[in-house]
């Protein structure tokens, strides 16, 4: 045999064995997700439990197989309430740790700080909270309630009989985008029901903000003029516990001046004496009060995962909970994760919430949610008031701001159109 032949027969075993290698690494890979949560900082007090719900779900995957036979591993970093680190972390769960997915964010500060890497990488992010509207992406997949889901109706309900006839309102806000953009919806919204400005005020403070005697005490005279007065709250994070200690200590009650949260639920209310509380609002998607029995064996699994029976559930979970099946559905129609091909398969995907209907994914990226008023009991959880009977379509774009009622967002394969004007979805 001569040198060349022997080289020759050197060089293809040597490809042949690592193409076996190859083959038996990738066998053994396992599938990541990426969790990118505050762990730390004024938002923990909400985004934490939203983590430990990405766990429980992967472990019960890993439980029954894994997903397309591998292992999915939850790769989990802390965002620290600081936004421009969260698109840091977004780049690194891309980039450097090869995640397939993201679940991850509250605030939509947040994810407007990690959109622009989402979409320069080609990554999905699952967005689990309610928010502004106003935007569509084909790297994010909305899973919270957009304002057609959420704010509107539950103006709408304050303004009617059952909800006590609001006539003014109070638009107090945490200073971010959400806040401000769901309020000019809001305040387009009021006026074309026929409330003047004069009847409207709103009030911006930071994150963490924690004096508020002042800002109490300017509703109570607004509400003095003598027509029925409600605070639409957009405050987020742990400024909630001493803005509501606050309408304890200055005596309001939801039958004189009723606050409709839309960041509030079970989570944020573990922390605070709720006895004051009775009667105010939130306006959600799910509560832990559903009488259902998907929300009954959800329930069930969390408190056997986390190993606290007093441990809640809350909305922002069932988005993640809803956002990660369709994920998992998806991948196996397509089997694989490759993100092209997940983008194009999820939509379309239906899967059990835990009220008992059956949510759909869009072709705008948003889900069909239901919509739930809930009033605050001195147990932590919420006596629910209203329902609608039919699951909402998620809106992208706001009917009542003249500039975005044209739009539509249209991300069907190959992606077509984005924030362009078509005929609205």
């Known amino acids: 045999m001569s040198k060349f032949v022997r080289a020759a027969a050197v060089a293809a075993a040597f490809v042949a064995s690592t193409a076996i290698a190859t083959v038996s690494a990738q066998a053994q890979e396992t599938i990541k997700v990426g969790v990118l949560h505050s762990l730390s900082g004024t938002m923990a007090i909400s985004e934490t439990t939203l983590k430990d719900t990405m766990l429980m779900m992967v472990d019960d995957l890993n439980s029954k197989g894994g997903l397309l036979g591998k292992k999915v591993e939850a790769v989990v970093v802390d965002i620290a309430s600081d936004w421009p680190l969260a698109a840091e972390k977004a780049r690194d769960l891309l980039a450097k740790d090869k995640v397939d ?32 509207g106003e935007e569509s992406s084909r790297s994010i997949f909305y899973t919270g309630a957009s304002p057609n889901q959420q704010a509107i109706p539950a103006v709408d309900y304050l303004m009617s009989k059952d909800g006590g006839e609001a006539k003014r309102w109070v638009l107090l806000g945490t200073d971010y985008v959400y806040p401000r953009t769901t309020n000019k919806i809001l305040q387009a919204y009021l006026k074309s029901k026929g409330v003047a400005q004069a009847d409207i005020i709103e009030s911006y403070t930071p994150f963490g903000h924690s004096d508020w005697q002042t800002i109490v005490s300017e509703v109570k005279k607004f509400a003095s003029a003598g027509k029925k007065t409600a605070v639409v709250s957009t405050i987020n994070g ?19 001046i009723p606050v409709v949260a839309f960041s509030v639920g079970e989570e944020e209310l573990a922390g605070l004496d709720t006895g004051p509380l009775v009667g105010h609002l939130a306006a959600w998607n799910y509560f832990m009060s559903v009488k259902a029995p998907e929300n009954a064996a959800f329930i069930k699994k969390w408190h056997a995962f986390i190993k606290d029976t007093k441990r809640v559930t809350n909305d922002p979970m069932e988005a993640h909970y809803i956002g990660f099946n369709m994920w998992v559905q998806a991948v196996k129609q397509s089997g694989t994760t ?63 701001i003249p500039e975005s009622a044209k739009l539509t967002a249209d991300w069907t394969y190959p992606w077509v159109c984005g924030n362009c004007e078509k005929p609205k979805y």
């Open 101 to 132: 997915a993201v679940f991850g964010c509250w605030t939509s500060v947040c994810r407007k700080s990690v959109l622009p890497v989402f979409e320069e990488l080609n990554g999905l992010l699952f967005y689990p909270v309610q928010y502004e």
């Open 238 to 256: 742990d400024a909630n516990v001493p803005f509501y200690k606050e309408l304890g200590n200055q005596g309001i009650k939801a039958d004189q």
């Open 338 to 400: 490759n993100v092209d091909a997940v983008r194009q398969a999820i939509i379309g995907q239906k899967f059990k919430n835990l009220t008992g209907g059956t949510s759909t994914m869009l072709v705008n990226h948003h889900i069909t949610k239901p919509v739930l008023i809930g009033e605050i009991q001195a147990n932590g959880q919420f006596d629910i008031v209203s329902q609608t009977k039919d699951l909402v379509p998620g809106d992208a774009w706001s009917d009542f």
